[in-house]
């Protein structure tokens, strides 16, 4: 498996989905990417994006308070075509991180707790998910770059199914879910920052919620993958049950993956 990694000044968790295993196949470069938040990037983290990786698209599921705070960045005022799908709205939000915060301090696992969380994404943001599968499979839909803020929630339960329906093999999913916590600190500073600074943070987070919010470890992908292979058979069975054509489907596999 390749990494992918691509390095800019303000955005840490960015990688191209190329090179993934996909039964006799791979995917192809400079199709998908995932990122974190993209409104700290600076004018050469732009022009590389553009310019050299070639996004033409990006799919945000931030929810509409986190784009009103904090915006698109430098890269809104590009060529590039934006989707803004909201995931989760503010009042869900705030309820799952509470809720998440008191698992915590009651001693549950991390990474069942996450993948609950992640499972129940699957029925709040499926209008969304489906939404971004219909929209990167437009024409113009790809090169294709996926983000919240993070880039390991929403981004990571998206970028599975998509991976997923594509017929990408399931250690390579679970591996490149993996992949974010290589990148979190940076990532977790900053927002850790910004919500002790912000008027409508009730807290700062502690260092050990902090820690539990990077986490990404491979158990919680595989449940998340078990429950979505019980219930539809796999995500293009997620996507279909949700109104997607499966000739749309069969596109899709066609765009990302090619011949190894």
């Known amino acids: 498996m390749t990494t992918g990694w691509i390095e800019l000044e303000g955005a840490h968790n960015v990688r191209d989905l190329g090179g993934l295993s996909a039964g006799s196949g791979r995917t192809r470069s400079g199709v998908l990417l995932r990122s974190d938040a993209l409104h700290e990037l600076t004018d050469d983290d732009v022009r590389q994006l553009v310019d050299v990786v070639g996004v033409a698209h990006v799919v945000d599921l931030r929810s509409s308070s986190e784009r009103l705070e904090r915006g698109r960045g430098p890269l809104g005022a590009s060529a590039v075509r ?88 399931r250690a390579e999913i679970v591996v490149d879910y993996a992949r974010s916590g290589e990148r979190m600190a ?27 919010t990077a986490m990404a470890v491979p158990e919680t992908m595989e449940h998340v993958l078990d429950h ?33």
Not at 189 to 211: C, I, K, V, Y
Not at 243 to 255: E, K, L
């Open 186 to 212: 940076p990532i977790i500073a900053r927002w850790t920052s910004a919500n002790e600074t912000s008027a409508n943070a009730s807290s700062a987070l502690t260092e050990q919620l902090a820690a539990f």
């Open 82 to 169: 934006y989707t803004e799908l909201e995931v989760i709205g503010p009042e869900d939000l705030a309820r799952r991180a509470a809720t998440r915060a008191a698992s915590f301090a009651a001693g549950l696992p991390p990474a069942r707790i996450l993948s609950d969380g992640y499972v129940e994404l699957l029925e709040l943001g499926a209008p969304a998910f489906t939404e971004a599968f219909r929209r990167i499979g437009e024409p113009g839909g790809a090169p294709a770059l996926v983000h919240c803020a993070i880039g390991k929630d929403r981004t990571g339960v998206l970028i599975a199914l998509l991976l997923d329906a594509a017929g990408v093999d």
């Open 228 to 260: 979505v292979h019980e219930q539809w058979d796999g995500a293009a069975g997620f996507f279909v049950a949700n109104g997607v054509a499966p000739d749309s489907v069969d596109a899709w596999r066609q765009c990302l993956v090619g011949p190894a």
